[in-house]
Structure formats: C-alpha cells, structure tokens
C-alpha cells in the first residue's frame, strides 16, 4: 500500500511553520546561538532554542479556555494541530492513530515540582490524543535518536497493515538542567556551533523542538511525496559509542534501499561528533553511496533528539518540492574516516528521492526513503 504526506509543520528555534523554517534554512541561517540560562547550565553554551514566549501565545491561541500546560504538552498540541489544518485528515476517526516521538519528554518538569509519574512519556501522549479527540490509544517511540525517524516508519508500517488509514507523528524535545547536564558529563558538547564532517569537528549542539508529519494512503494532488520504505537495525555495539564499521547503518540503508541505489541525497544523522561522523562516512561508503550529497541540518536546528528525525524530515521534503539541496551549515574542510560527498554549498539540481539516516545510543539505527511523484 502506498503511503502518503499529507501535510507537515516545524516549530523550532527558526520558525513555528514548515515554511518559515524552510525559508530560514534555503537562506543558510542557523538558530543556534550562545545561551546563559543557569536553569539549564552554570557555564554559558550553543545551542538553538525556542522562543518561549511565541510558543505561549500561539498556543493560548487554540488552547481550551483556562487550560495550563507545560511548554512539552503545548508544543506537541500546537504542531499537530497547525500540520492538521493542512492535511484534510480527520484526527478524531478510529482510523487515525497518533505517534509519539521523544527522548525526554516533560522531564524538566521534575524541576518545577511534578513527580515521576506526572511527566511519563505515555500521559503526554494520551493527553495529546485527548485534545485531537482521537479515539485510539497512542503509541510512543522512544527510541535514542532514531525515534523520529522509526516513528515516520512506524506509521508507514500501520497504514501498510491495513490498521489505520492515517497517522499523525509528532516528535518533539525541549532543553532541560537533565538534558544539558547529561550531554556535558559525556564531554560531548561543542564550545562553538557544530561543524558537521568537518575535520576540526569537535562535539554537537543540542537545539529543541518540534514537528509533525501527517501520513494517510489517501491519493494526493501532485507534486506529492511517498514514504517508499525505511527499516531500523541495533549493531549493539556500545551503550554509547557508535559502531566503528558502519555496519548497523549499512544494514539498515540496504534494507531500506533494496538494489535501488538511485538517490539524489542523504540527509545524514551528522552530529559533529569524531566517531558519530565517521561511522556515517563508513557505512555510506561502503553501501555505494560515496558520489551521492550528503548534507547534515544538525548546524541549523542543533541536535533535537527525538524531534529531530521529523523535522529534518519535513526539511528534505521540502528540498524535493523545491528542488534545493541544502548544504551543511559549519562545514569546511573534509575530516571523516571514508571518502564521500558532503554538500559543501547550496544549490538548485532536479530532485526525487532522498534517503534519511539517524543512528543512535545503544547502537540503533535508522534509514526512510522519501520519493517525490510529478
């Protein structure tokens, strides 16, 4: 069964559309800047972060009368709902289910007071589905940083079975004291912006948001894109650490790919990390990819944990539509283990199909194919 976008949206630190945030994107500008916030660290630090203040009054916008929620609860309610009005889906039928994506959900509401049982990852979701009017019970993916990624999959696979006929995936991540000071205990943060497959790439950035990519196997009006295929596979190489071979990825790119190996890009994981970088390199390399682009968003968004399979997602979806390759924000000279075609600069080229990749903790992975028809 063929399954389709229906519709899409991106809140992030560069725009609270899919629109805006491509704009900002084509254009070459990041959203990361330098943050001094004591709540979240003691030491000044990159990252790309939300305005706090837009989100409450977008929210409050369609928000229940007098209802309060945490900036989470509201971000993931005001995605969906603005990919919704787009997508011609009927959220509160039995044949929608929702999906998901995060890595840490509410957890910075431990700090403001809320206890271990408040801030479960499944009461997010239910509440999320209580306010679309959706009758199903949710289904969360947390799954390191490949959850937005397997949670598009996930949905393809649904709609596939026959269970449901559409789905609305929502990831989403915001900062908190738990996330940053977790990321600072690996020594894994950058003292600058990320420069992904850079040779002087020293740490990632983290950045939070949210997106929503609305599937249903209901025709669309060309040009439409299809999520073709994708697969997941865990080299459980290290709790941490990425596998030195690239073979999980791999794994997962063949099944993904199949013998097609016509792509015209990969958006990469590319979190400017010395192994993470490398093993990408490995992998795509060895599936015989090396003369395809590779462009890494992790330098316009940050690392956005389990948002960021969905936003850049919805960001190489519009590069298809658009026809733009986008290129990778803090890159200048090659420094990865294998040779392999990073996109250096931006441009305008024919586009129909792109293969995005994410890896993650516990040594996870993850490949979707997105095609683009008329």
């Known amino acids: 069964m063929s399954v389709f976008v229906a519709a899409h949206n991106i809140i992030s630190a560069l725009g609270f559309t ?12 990041s959203g990361i800047s330098f943050v001094s916030d004591t709540a979240l660290s003691p030491v000044e630090f990159p990252a790309a972060r939300l305005d706090k203040n837009r989100l409450e009054q977008a929210y409050q916008e369609i928000a229940p009368s007098g209802e309060e929620l945490s900036p989470f609860d509201q971000i993931i309610r005001l995605s969906a709902h ?3 009005k787009a997508s011609g889906v009927d959220a509160s039928s039995e044949k929608t289910i929702i999906i998901l994506s995060t890595t840490k959900g ?5 700090a403001n007071g809320q ?12 509440r999320l589905a209580q306010f679309l009017n959706n009758p199903n019970a949710p289904v969360v993916v947390s799954n390191a940083c490949i959850s937005g990624v397997a949670a598009i999959l996930i949905g393809k696979r649904l709609i596939d079975a026959g269970q449901y006929d559409h789905a609305i995936v929502v990831g989403a991540d915001l900062l908190s004291r738990f996330v940053v000071s977790g990321f600072q205990s690996f020594h894994s943060l950058s003292a600058q912006a990320c420069r992904p497959f850079d040779k002087h790439r020293d740490g990632l950035t ?27 596979s865990n080299d459980a190489n290290h709790i941490s650490g990425p596998s030195r071979t690239g073979e999980g990825l791999l794994i997962a790119i063949h099944k993904a790919l199949g013998a097609d190996r016509e792509v015209d890009f990969i958006s990469a994981h590319g979190t400017a990390t010395p192994y993470n970088d490398d093993m990408e390199s490995k992998a795509i390399s060895r599936a015989g990819l090396e003369n395809v682009p590779v462009n890494s968003l992790k330098g316009y968004f940050g690392h956005t944990l389990g948002a960021a399979g969905v936003i850049e ?3 190489s979806m519009l590069s298809l539509l658009e026809n733009k390759l986008v290129k990778t924000l803090g890159y200048s000279e090659f420094g990865v283990a294998e040779e392999i075609t990073i996109a250096a600069e931006s441009k305008e080229q024919p586009m129909k199909k792109v293969l995005k990749v994410a890896s993650g903790f516990g040594g996870c992975n993850a490949a979707l194919v997105i095609e683009k028809h008329g």
């Open 313 to 315: 997602s919805v960001i």
């Open 82 to 84: 603005t990919a919704l």
């Open 18 to 29: 899919s629109e805006e945030n491509g704009e900002q994107v084509f254009a070459g500008r």
């Open 115 to 126: 206890s271990a049982d408040e801030v479960q990852l499944w009461q997010s979701a239910q």
């Open 106 to 110: 509410n957890i910075g509401e431990l």
């Open 206 to 232: 983290l950045g939070e948001g949210a997106a929503t990519v609305v599937l249903t196997n209901q025709q669309q009006q060309e040009p439409f894109l299809e999520i073709s295929n994708g697969a997941t």
